[in-house]
């Protein structure tokens, strides 16, 4: 077995590791660490990776402060789809300042009244597809991806914008999803494979975005005075105080549309297919919010809340994360120098025996009822505490009151008796190839 400073490289060679890891993810990753361990080598196209899935190890990567930073070359290449954006920001003094700025816009500096807004724009925008449902007869088909794919465009436009920009001239959807789209690409095949790939049409899809964003920007001055409450209003003022350049609010914007859509999409998609797969669960969930209606009661509705957590567990959207250490770690029998790139998969750690117990492999939203603590290595979904996603309210939100809205009018039920596989794209989603994704739903 060939092995480089002692760790061993997978025998997969190039297209093997990439089909795996893509295709696979969870599974090919743990196959690969019952051969090897918790620490080793994997390849995609171009480069050559370093696997670290033992939990000690990942939490202390992940979770302590100036152990490492995101500060290399895939953070880099992030630039060229994301610009000045939070995620291609290295973990410093910068990345600091702009964090505690956008804050304000994502969790509406800490105030209530703010946060509720955004709260109430998402149960507004989920009830609006509800009653497209509603004109399509008491018993229909549906498929998650596609219904969800356009409640997150929305929800996430009226958070930002105030205004569904899809029915406006900005065809949104497609330009993100080609923003997005290049992002998998960058991080495979490197900047300048890239650029001749995919420069082109991601320039024309940034151009056009900028473009409608410029709109959103004139909407939102000419409305000052007014009592403005949403994102772009909040960085429109840190614009015209100098706190932030026209590059960085618009780079931002592109980064929280492309953070924060397909995420979001894939897990709602992932926790209805569940909820259908399984009627105890789904029964609970309406004992939970049946005749709840306001955004406070909801909030109280702790199973709407979990189902939707513990989608993002069992399916995590965004598995690969990857850091550079900045001091040497002990990962099992390996120390690691400082300087050395780490990528672990939160996925593999969200179903790992050792992390989340015997149940780790079943979607079970009585997890966050009989765990006593969540484990920390079972915890990055959202990415490490030092750097942690900053819509995730938001993003929790929406699933706990669509997860909640929909089960209060509809039952689901599967048509296949098949779950889905999940396969890795730009995020891990349910294989859509066979249809075992489709739900049969009921008027209740
Ligand atoms: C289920 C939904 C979501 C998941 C699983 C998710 C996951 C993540 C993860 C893992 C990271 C950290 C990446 C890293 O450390 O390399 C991240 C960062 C980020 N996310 Fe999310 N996200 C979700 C929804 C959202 C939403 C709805 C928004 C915007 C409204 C958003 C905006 C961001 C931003 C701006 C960052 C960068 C934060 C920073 O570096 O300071 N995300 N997200």
Known sequence: MQRIAGIPVSKGGIIGDTLGYLGRHSA?????????????????????????????AVDRIFNVKGVSDKDFDLYQMLKSTLGDGLVSIGTNEDWIVRRQMM??????????????????????????????????????????????QNLAIKVI????????????????????????????????????????INGKRLRSSTKVAY????????????????????????????????????????????TALSAGYETTTRSLAWALIQIAHNDDVQL?????????????????????????REAVRHATPAPGLARRLLEPVQAGNFLLPAGAIVNTSAQTLNTDKRVYGETAELYNPDHYSTLKEIPKAGNLAFGGT??????????????AYTLAATSQRYWFEPIHQQIPALKLGIVLSPDTSKGYHLLRVHRR
């Open 103 to 148: 804050n304000k816009g994502y969790k509406p500096a800490g105030s209530k009244e703010s946060m509720a807004f955004y709260k109430q724009e998402i149960l507004d925008e989920t009830n609006r597809l509800l009653n497209e449902w509603e004109m399509r007869g008491t018993t229909f088909v549906i498929d998650p991806i596609a219904e969800f």
């Open 157 to 196: 436009s009226r958070i930002m914008f105030g205004r569904d920009i899809v029915e406006g001239v900005w065809t949104l959807p497609q330009h993100l999803n080609n923003i997005i789209r290049s992002l998998l690409l960058y991080g495979m095949v490197g900047t300048r494979a890239a650029n001749l």
């Open 386 to 399: 030092t750097r942690e996603c900053a819509g995730k309210l938001i993003a929790e939100a929406e699933m």
């Open 284 to 308: 609970k969930l309406h004992q939970a919010v049946d005749g709840l209606t306001t955004t406070v009661e909801l909030d109280k509705a702790e199973y709407a809340w979990w189902c939707g």
């Open 28 to 56: 090919y990753l743990r196959e690969l660490q019952a051969m090897h361990g918790d620490v080793f080598y994997y390849r995609t196209l171009l480069s050559l990776n370093l696997m670290v899935l033992d939990p000690l």
């Open 211 to 254: 473009e409608a964003m410029h709109q959103m920007i004139q909407i939102s001055r000419e409305a000052k005075g007014e009592h403005r409450m949403y994102m772009i209003d909040v960085l429109v003022d840190m614009l015209d105080s100098n706190m932030i350049t026209t590059k960085q609010l618009l780079d931002e914007f592109v």
